[in-house]
Nanobody, 117 residues
Framework: VQLQASGGGLVQAGDSLRLSCAAS????????IGWYRQAPGKQRELVAA???????NYADSVKGRFTISRDKGKNTVYLQMNSLRPEDAAVYSC????????????WGQGTLVTVSS
């Protein structure tokens, strides 16, 4: 499984941004795709995830502002980020968890999100 993340950039506080994660390879074996982020000096955190069945979960810090969705036909997962805050600034990476596993073992490269106040 290969993942390609894109969509990061520099925005102002309050703006929106949409990240994309395109999956290729054995996509039929993917159980879930998650978006993680890591800011300098902070631990990596799971921001949002969507399962192959369509169920979603979010970190408390982004609930109501971020939406994870998918386009099955394009094998792409999106992270719509609204009302961005400076504390949302981080490198965002997407990762895949395969069927029958519990860890996100397949990672795409990160995409940088910068939010100016």
């Amino acid at each position: 499984v290969q993942l390609q993340a894109s969509g990061g950039g520099l925005v102002q506080a309050g703006d929106s941004l949409r990240l994309s994660c395109a999956a290729s390879g054995r996509t039929f074996s993917i159980a879930a795709i998650g978006w993680y982020r890591q800011a300098p000096g902070k631990q990596r955190e799971l921001v949002a995830a969507i399962s192959s069945g369509g169920s979603t979960n979010y970190a408390d810090s982004v609930k109501g502002r971020f939406t994870i969705s998918r386009d099955k036909g394009k094998n792409t997962v999106y992270l719509q980020m609204n009302s961005l805050r400076p504390e949302d600034a981080a490198v965002y990476s997407c990762a895949a968890r395969l069927l029958g596993t519990v860890k996100y073992d397949y990672w795409g490269q990160g995409t940088l999100v910068t939010v100016s106040s």
